[in-house]
């Protein structure tokens, strides 16, 4: 019947206008204080409608999403806390005895629990404040009251147990409570009406019975004795009887309830978690930390059969921040369930990304007895890391796919035997050199390690999904769309005159939801006095002023290191005041430390306001990061490098610009740092805002959004659909060199793994050399046998070309695929090895030889070197600064000495020149691509002149130069995060042969120390006390 009303009233213009304009609100009310604009008559419609929805939605048995949708919306349109809706809700829905706001939140939160919208629903009840409640002295409606209050409460599950145990508390007053009230209010009865009442009051009793063994069995997990199910059902059932056949409101209360609990038992971290030991302990260490139910999407990919043991390759896509780690590390246990010394490799695409991952496994499986360890960032192995992966039964081990490859090529026992390689932010394959080295990673690990699994984890990985999982072997391909936050991107624009100071939005439907029409246009008055001058500058002005909240982040996305300064300074100039925390003080105070000087970056960090790029230390990045996951952060001015996987929580992205280098943002990676705008459980909304300054920038960020993310492609494709050039080049003398230099992207990756295949195949592999090359992605992406057999052809063509031309030198072959250079960059080294006493003299790779302040000359002819390799671009790339390799050694030196920042700034006179935030933030960038760049061309310069081509002999030297430090024992504790300044001081810890150590009993010894202990080894030079280092190495070291 109800169906049947709606079906008719639907029909009405008017009747579709107001739900319209009520979807309309639901979106603008999150721009600005946006008013229906409707007549009391059609609030009392709207009203109306809501119950309607409402009553139908949670009345039927099935499921229909538009009408819960429509329920939902309405309900929120309803602003329950303005004294005329509460009214009309009240007249048109309210329950004798029962308060109206109590039953209001009761039907919003039921409507999100059918709809599978739980976590909007417990952001939307933290608005929900019991003070407002009031419980009436009537026994019944008191009894019914405190059961809606407690079922909200276990909805809510605010600070996780909390809420349950307030919801307990609630009942059991109710227990207390019954002698005193329930006598005195049956006797207001007549003997017939008594019984009845009698009945309804037990029938209420058992549905309060029901409450309460749900929440034990959230409190209690899976030592909960009885099956949660069946002692819902039994108490509903006899509540149901006890009401007789009557259709009656509170039957249908009831109904509701046993619905919302058993979706609450369902939806709980110990539904279907319960198949193996490790998974249990890991659950009950989460629900600690107030994880109390799985999100949507987790358990949507586990009712897919994410944990398919027969599958050789799961693919999981699923948006940011929906829940893929926890769901790996699922796979992980069961992948060590089935074989006790089950190794996983966890790869992510960045040096910065595997410190945050690697923290996040070693604080959820640590205590499950996994060891959790990482490959240091340095590209080489020296002996101290090379002892360190051997000595401790490593369970789990993160790394970079660089770091990863090199282990590989160097046949290093920690990655003999893998069962599992867990690739993250998978869609980076297609994205240039990386992506292509990536594929042919996973090519050459799908073959030299045949009884691995692989599981993929993206956000996006549009196109053939189903092909990369039969490119792997063959498995389950996940698609979840469940996000923890709805995205709002809304363009703004600020239409300012002598009269008029408006703003004007408009909101974008992407190719990711189409909830509303990209026409959803209008203006509200500026409610802000703006100081800035052009649009642009007012735009962001209005952003960071209307969208910032207590508690939450913003991120101001900038187009370069330099205008992330400069933004930051242009927010610190707009704010008044703010809060700083003990955390941010001390965050402050270490980087001045580091950097040798106060500077702008942390005077900006005391009002809240962080910045973030490659212009920072990799220890200040940290603890940047710190901050923001601890909501200490207001603001973030940072460049496009959070796209390679950096992940803070943020509430909402201001793009401050569309362009990333000389280019427009790809769709990937304007998605990648949209997609982390709205935190789960925090925000419903994630706001994505951009500028529509000027019709250029509106045109661009619209075209942005209406592409989808990037197909599924191979960099290797570059070189198939260049055929004709490719074989031209193959028949001319340099035309090796040519393509490597012409194609970069795709040719180099593609012959360093040639390089690999013959020296560690030789003979065996060219008998199968089709087959190898059918391991590749671009293989099975190609659509037809002819494409397929064109591509093999090319590839044998590009193969057989390098192996004549390099057959007669097959130790420039291994020199090459062991240290990662190109053939031609390592006959460049061998030549100088022959002819250049310096570089080939062993007395001259001794640290105290090569870094001497008093004499660079040792490290100035090893830099000449480095500079000419293709790989390094040490002496070609830099805008800043005029290439010196005199200079380049002495802040080498100056740096592996333990220097400040600031002072070893000052060596270059490009540097000197520039003003003191822009010098050190130029700088800094400079000395990170330094420090990675000499460190890697040492590591092969120095693996040519002092090995030999089957065994190259892993040396200090480049861990050394990329750490910043000048002997062992410091850098093994840099390796553990230790701070630089700090590590030279604290080696003295390490007494006697540091090949008695490892990782976890360094850590051990470190946590052990005293808070004398750390005023002795302190920095000499610091500004810092003793138990500041502690606090920052707690935050530091994992």
Same mark, same amino acid.
């Given at each position: 019947?109800?169906r049947?009303?709606? +079906?008719?009233?639907?029909q009405?213009?008017?009747i579709?206008s107001l739900l ?6 639901y979106w603008?009310s999150e721009?600005y ?11 009392e419609?709207?009203v109306r %409608? ?7 939605? =949670?009345s ?13 919306k ?5 602003k329950?806390?303005?004294?005329n809706y509460?009214s009309?809700?009240? /007249?048109i ?16 939160s ?14 939307n %009840?933290k608005?929900f404040y019991?003070?407002?409640?009031i419980?009436?002295?009537d026994?019944? !409606?008191?009894v ?8 909200i ?8 147990? $909390? +809420?349950?145990k ?26 017939? *009406? ?11 009793y058992?549905?309060?019975k029901?409450?309460v063994e749900t929440?034990?069995?959230l409190?209690?997990g899976y030592?909960?004795?009885k099956?949660i ?13 006890l ?5 009656n ?12 609990l ?7 971290i ?5 198949f ?6 890991l659950?009950?260490? #989460? ?5 109390l ?11 897919q059969k994410l944990?398919d &043991? ?6 999981l896509?699923?948006?940011?921040s929906?829940?893929?780690? @926890?769901?790996?590390?699922f796979?992980?246990?069961v992948?060590?369930?089935l074989?006790?010394d ?5 790869v992510?695409?960045?040096?910065a990304l &595997?410190?945050?991952?690697?923290y996040?496994l070693?604080?959820d499986?640590?205590d ?9 960032s340095a590209?080489e192995i020296?002996?101290t890391?090379n ?16 770091k990863?490859d ?5 046949k290093?026992?920690s ?13 980076t ?5 990386r ?5 042919l ?5 799908k073959?030299e390690?045949?009884?691995?699994k ?8 549009h196109?053939k999904?189903?092909?990369?999982? *039969?490119?792997l ?8 769309d469940? /996000?923890?936050a709805?995205? =709002?991107?809304?363009?703004? /624009? ?7 100071d ?8 992407s ?5 509303f029409?990209?026409e ?9 006095? =703006?100081?800035?001058s052009?649009e ?6 209005f ?22 300064? /400069? ?17 941010i ?5 270490y980087i001045d430390?580091?950097i ?8 900006y960090?005391?009002k !809240? ?8 230390s +990799?220890?200040?990045k ?10 200490q ?7 496009t ?9 943020v ?12 280019t427009v943002?790809?769709s ?9 705008a ?5 925000d419903?909304f994630?706001?994505?805002?951009m ?8 045109q661009?960020?619209?075209g942005?959004?209406q592409?989808?993310s ?24 340099r ?7 012409n ?13 690999h295949l ?8 060219a008998?199968?050399?089709e087959d ?9 992406? =190609? ?11 090319l590839?044998?063509?590009?193969y057989?070309?390098i192996?004549?031309?390099?057959s007669?030198?097959l130790g420039?072959?291994?020199?090459a ?5 190109s053939v031609?960059?390592?006959l ?8 250049? !006493?310096?570089?080939?003299?062993l ?8 870094f001497?302040k ?10 000449? &070197?480095?500079?000419?390799l293709k ?10 600064a005029?290439?010196s390799?005199?200079l380049?050694?002495k802040? &080498?030196?100056?740096? $592996?000495?333990?220097d400040?920042l600031?002072s070893i700034s ?7 020149t ?8 130029e ?7 330094i420090?990675? #760049? ?6 092969? %310069?120095?693996g040519?002149?002092k090995g ?5 002999q892993?040396?200090y030297?480049?861990?050394l ?8 024992k410091?850098?093994a ?7 630089r300044s ?8 390490i007494d006697?042969?540091?090949?008695d ?7 051990? #010894?470190?946590k052990?120390?005293s808070?004398?202990?750390w005023d002795?080894?302190?920095p000499? #030079? ?8 502690r606090?920052? $190495? *707690?935050? @530091?070291m994992?």
């Amino acid at each position: 019947m109800n169906r049947q009303i709606l +079906d008719s009233l639907i029909q009405d213009e008017s009747i579709r206008s107001l739900l319209e304009k009520s979807a309309d609100a639901y979106w603008l009310s999150e721009i600005y204080d946006y008013n229906l604009g409707i007549s009391d008559n059609e609030q009392e419609i709207l009203v109306r %409608l809501a119950v309607l929805y409402t009553t139908l939605s =949670l009345s039927e048995e099935g499921k229909d999403t538009k009408n819960l949708e429509y329920a939902y919306k309405l309900l929120l349109a309803i602003k329950i806390e303005d004294s005329n809706y509460l009214s009309l809700f009240e /007249k048109i829905a309210g329950i004798d005895e029962v308060d109206s706001t109590l039953l209001y939140y009761f039907l919003l939160s039921s409507i999100a629990l059918k709809d599978d919208n739980t976590i909007s629903a417990r952001i939307n %009840l933290k608005q929900f404040y019991s003070d407002n409640i009031i419980i009436t002295e009537d026994w019944k !409606g008191r009894v019914l009251s405190k059961i809606l209050y407690a079922l909200i409460l276990l909805i809510r599950k605010d600070n996780g147990f $909390v +809420d349950v145990k307030q919801a307990l508390q609630a009942i059991t007053e109710l227990q207390s409570e019954q002698e005193k009230f329930e006598e005195n209010y049956l006797q207001n009865f007549q003997y017939k *009406e008594e019984v009845k009442e009698a009945l309804s009051l037990l029938a209420l009793y058992h549905t309060s019975k029901a409450v309460v063994e749900t929440a034990h069995y959230l409190i209690d997990g899976y030592s909960y004795p009885k099956r949660i199910e069946n002692v819902i059902r039994v108490h509903i059932d006899m509540a149901d009887k006890l009401l007789g056949n009557t259709q009656n409101r509170l039957k249908d209360i009831i109904k509701i309830i046993s619905n919302d609990l058993k979706a609450i038992c369902l939806n709980s971290i110990w539904s279907h978690t319960a198949f193996q030991d490790k998974i249990r302990l890991l659950c009950e260490k #989460k629900s600690q930390s107030g994880i109390l139910e799985l999100l949507p999407s987790q358990r949507n990919a586990l009712a897919q059969k994410l944990l398919d &043991v027969y599958a050789n390759a799961t693919i999981l896509q699923m948006p940011t921040s929906a829940g893929k780690t @926890l769901l790996a590390e699922f796979n992980i246990i069961v992948t060590k369930s089935l074989r006790s010394d089950a190794k996983i490799i966890y790869v992510v695409p960045s040096r910065a990304l &595997v410190n945050q991952v690697y923290y996040d496994l070693k604080s959820d499986l640590s205590d499950l007895g996994i060891c959790v360890e990482k490959t240091s960032s340095a590209i080489e192995i020296d002996p101290t890391e090379n002892e360190f992966l051997t000595c401790d039964k490593i369970d789990i081990l993160v790394s970079t796919p660089e770091k990863l490859d090199l282990l590989i090529r160097r046949k290093h026992p920690s990655v003999n035997d893998i069962s599992l390689f867990i690739i993250d932010e998978a869609h980076t394959i297609g994205n240039g050199q990386r992506g292509a080295r990536l594929e042919l990673l996973m090519a050459l690990l799908k073959r030299e390690r045949p009884n691995a699994k692989f599981m993929l984890l993206s956000p996006f990985l549009h196109g053939k999904k189903n092909v990369m999982a *039969e490119w792997l072997g063959g498995g389950n391909t996940i698609q979840i769309d469940w /996000k923890p936050a709805e995205k =709002l991107l809304i363009g703004l /624009k600020n239409h300012k005159t002598e009269h008029i100071d408006e703003i004007k939005y408009e909101l974008l439907a992407s190719a990711y939801d189409t909830s509303f029409k990209s026409e959803t246009k209008g203006a509200f008055n500026n409610p802000y006095k =703006l100081q800035s001058s052009s649009e642009k500058d007012r735009i962001l002005e209005f952003a960071t002023k209307h969208f910032a909240e207590t508690g939450k982040t913003q991120l101001i996305l900038c187009y370069g290191r330099g205008t992330a300064n /400069k933004r930051a300074g242009f927010i610190y100039n707009l704010m008044n005041s703010f809060a700083e925390t003990e955390e941010i003080a001390l965050v402050r105070k270490y980087i001045d430390d580091e950097i040798g000087k106060e500077t702008t970056l942390t005077k900006y960090l005391s009002k !809240g306001i962080a910045i973030h790029h490659a212009g920072l230390s +990799d220890e200040a990045k940290l603890l940047i990061e710190y901050l923001i996951r601890e909501k200490q952060i207001k603001y973030v001015c940072a460049t496009t490098t959070i796209a390679e996987g950096v992940n803070f929580p943020v509430s909402s992205v201001f793009f401050d610009d569309y362009r990333k280098g000389n280019t427009v943002l790809s769709s990937n990676d304007f998605w990648n740092i949209a997609g982390r705008a709205g935190r789960t459980l925090v925000d419903n909304f994630g706001k994505i805002i951009m500028p529509f300054h000027t019709p250029r920038s509106e045109q661009v960020f619209k075209g942005i959004i209406q592409r989808s993310s990037d197909e599924l492609a191979s960099v290797l494709a570059e070189l198939f659909i260049n055929e004709n050039s490719v074989r031209s080049y193959l028949s001319q003398e340099r035309g090796i060199y040519d393509l490597i230099k012409n194609y970069p992207d795709s040719f180099s990756p593609l012959f360093q793994y040639f390089v690999h295949l013959l020296t560690t195949g030789q003979n065996a592999y060219a008998v199968e050399v089709e087959d190898m090359f059918k391991d590749s992605l671009q293989y099975y992406l =190609l659509e037809t046998e002819e494409q397929r057999d064109k591509f093999v052809q090319l590839c044998k063509s590009i193969y057989q070309s390098i192996e004549l031309k390099y057959s007669g030198t097959l130790g420039a072959l291994q020199f090459a695929d062991k240290t990662g250079f190109s053939v031609p960059s390592v006959l460049k080294i061998m030549r100088e090895k022959s002819q250049n !006493g310096i570089i080939s003299d062993l007395a001259g790779w001794q640290p105290n030889v090569m870094f001497n302040k008093r004499d660079n000359s040792n490290l100035t002819e090893k830099i000449k &070197v480095i500079a000419t390799l293709k790989e390094t671009n040490l002496g070609t790339d830099s805008k800043e600064a005029s290439f010196s390799p005199e200079l380049i050694a002495k802040m &080498v030196t100056a740096w $592996v000495k333990g220097d400040k920042l600031n002072s070893i700034s000052l060596i270059h006179p490009s540097y000197k020149t520039l003003k003191d935030d822009e010098r050190m933030t130029e700088f800094m960038k400079k000395m990170n691509d330094i420090r990675f #760049k000499t460190s890697w061309g040492l590591s092969a %310069l120095e693996g040519i002149v002092k090995g030999n081509q089957d065994e190259i002999q892993d040396s200090y030297i480049p861990s050394l130069v990329y750490y910043g430090v000048d002997s062992e024992k410091p850098l093994a504790l840099r390796m553990l995060g230790i701070p630089r300044s700090l590590s030279f001081s604290l080696a003295n810890i390490i007494d006697g042969d540091l090949k008695d150590f490892s990782y976890s009993s360094l850590r051990k #010894k470190i946590k052990g120390l005293s808070a004398s202990d750390w005023d002795n080894f302190k920095p000499k #030079k610091s500004n810092l006390t003793g138990d500041e280092w502690r606090r920052i $190495v *707690e935050i @530091l070291m994992k």
